[in-house]
């Protein structure tokens, strides 16, 4: 069986974006609404053909637990607990939110290796976006833009250093 990469993290941060990034396919729904993608969506990645792997893609996590969004957040915690690695997504044009410190909590009780991702990365000063999320303490934090396909080459380094 192939590793199993989780993406985690808010509506919106551009997840989807970075599984069409990773797998090369337009499989994920790719939207401006946040939390379009409602359940899990596998993909694999063979951007390094000798070691390729398994990418998940998961709905946004809302903080409520009730509807919809209590359902997608499951989901997510579901395929951060099959995981082998979880990859944060986080938005560094908007840098630390509420929603993104709820999701930490759950994932330091996972105790999963996780890796912080900071997205959207493309035309902001990047070094301040990363010392915003210095806070949360997770080595190491990766910039990326899923968008322009920067930072994937640093990213997918990292991935296959820890499966
Ligand atoms: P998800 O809800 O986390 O799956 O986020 P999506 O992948 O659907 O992306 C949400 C929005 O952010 C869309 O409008 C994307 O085009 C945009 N987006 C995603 N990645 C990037 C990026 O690297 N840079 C910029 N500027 N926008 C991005
Ligand atoms: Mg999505």
Known sequence: ML?????????????STLFNALTRSRDALVHDAPGVTRDRHYGVCRLNAERPFVVVDTGGIAGEDEGLAGATAR??????EEADLVLMIVDGREGTS?????????LRKLAKPTLLVVNKTDG?????????FAR????????VSSAHR???DTLLANVLARL
């Open 124 to 132: 902001i000063d990047v070094r301040a976006a990363l010392a915003d």
């Open 75 to 80: 989901q997510a915690r579901a395929a951060a």
């Open 3 to 15: 590793p199993l990469v989780a993406l985690v993290g808010r509506p919106n941060v551009g997840k």
């Open 98 to 106: 509420g929603l993104d410190d709820d999701i930490l909590r759950w």
């Open 136 to 143: 949360y303490g997770i080595d190491p934090m990766l910039p």
């Open 150 to 152: 920067t930072g994937l």
